[in-house]
């Protein structure tokens, strides 16, 4: 979804003892809605945007879109704050979960997002020649990529991976993002999943035979 510049986000303060970052997963195209229904309830959150230029009208018009679809991050003290009403919120799915609470993204992450984004919450990675990247803009948006040069007028070269070779190709360099690894997008198959009774029966006769 395309989203209108607002206001600088209210998350550039520090932690207080007590809070974390969480994952909230949103509606379908509702992120920046969930946003600002949770700041309306004083959550502070982060939306990560990207800037990604789209054809509209046969001319090149660059917008801002969320870098991670369907997922925002949400500051929360357990012990504090009426988390549940996060999951009411309009706009969100519900906040990922482990174990019947809400699982705190690992420390570092998100600091390392705002330490990058601009007042509007955009995105802009530094990366030197040689960084794994992902495309995310063109039709060959979602390969990965080794950046070969960084060039003039925003443009960059990059080497994409293709069928077991390196394709070589220049684009814009708001095409590409750092190719962060496991937690570069989260996925409802990277969430923390419960053992079931059979699975906590097995992982029970395992740690008393070993004891």
Request: glycine share 10%.
């Amino acid at each position: 979804m395309n989203v209108e510049l607002g206001p600088a986000p209210p998350c550039g303060r520090a932690l207080e003892e007590g809070e974390r970052w969480y994952v909230v997963y949103a509606q379908p195209h509702c992120e920046t809605s969930a946003a600002l229904h949770l700041g309306a309830q004083n959550f502070r959150t982060f939306l990560p945007l990207l800037s990604k230029t789209v054809r509209h009208a046969r001319k090149s018009v660059a917008v801002l879109t969320p870098l991670f679809p369907r997922y925002l991050f949400v500051v929360l003290d357990l012990n504090r704050d009426r988390w549940r009403a996060v999951n009411g919120t309009r706009g969100v799915a519900s906040l990922v979960m482990y174990g019947g609470t809400p699982a705190p993204v690992r420390s570092g992450v998100v600091e390392t997002l705002l330490a990058s984004s601009s007042p509007e919450g955009e995105i802009r990675f530094e990366m030197a020649p040689g960084s794994r990247v992902r495309l995310v803009d063109g039709p060959f948006a979602g390969q990965l990529g080794v950046l070969r040069d960084l060039g003039r007028a925003g443009r960059v070269q990059v080497l994409i991976e293709m069928m077991g070779s390196y394709v070589a190709a220049e684009l814009g360099d708001r095409g590409i993002v750092p190719a962060f690894g496991a937690w570069e997008r989260p996925r409802s198959a990277d969430r923390p999943v419960v053992p079931t009774t059979s699975r906590r029966a097995d992982i029970a006769r395992r740690q008393k035979a070993q004891a």
